[in-house]
């Protein structure tokens, strides 16, 4: 079970918006991932060559960072994916940055689909309603988390 932590906020996701917001996190849930295994890469390196003691602190100092954002993108997946009725609006709990982190992911992707869906002829204007939808959701959902953190 989660736990919530004090300087949590909370984001509502429109259910038309839930797909492309759940395609963010697990995103953001890759990237976290990856700079988790480059940090654990470089404290290993700095065990083999004993390196000096403070530079090895700052570098367990950026894996314990990058660890943590992970688990904070976790705890975003666990929210977003409890089993309801997919077009449900999901009221989600996290950091100030793993929901800002989600929502730059929702806007790269729904920028992007909308890119896509008007590359080609005939264009699919129903999608590239609902993408642009998308993208102005999620920057207007950063401005009202900014100004909720500020």
Not at 76 to 82: F, K, R, T
Not at 134 to 150: G, P, S, V
Request: a negative charge.
């Amino acid at each position: 079970m989660s736990t919530t932590v004090a300087n949590d906020h909370e984001l509502e996701v429109p259910g038309r918006f839930v797909p492309l917001f759940r395609l963010a996190v697990i995103d953001e849930l890759a990237s976290d991932t990856t700079h988790v295994k480059a940090q654990s890469d470089d404290v290993a390196k700095s065990y083999e060559g004993d390196e000096r003691p403070e530079l090895l602190g700052i570098r367990l100092d950026d894996l314990s960072n990058a660890e943590r954002s992970l688990s904070e993108s976790h705890r975003l997946l666990e929210q977003i994916c409890v089993p309801s009725d997919p077009r449900r609006d999901a009221a989600i709990r996290g950091t100030y940055e793993a929901l800002r982190g989600a929502l730059e992911e929702t806007m790269r992707r729904a920028t992007k689909e909308m890119a896509d869906a008007a590359q080609y002829s005939p264009i699919d204007g129903g999608l590239v309603v609902h993408a642009a939808s998308a993208a102005i959701w999620a920057a207007e959902q950063t401005e009202r988390l900014d100004a909720q953190a500020a």
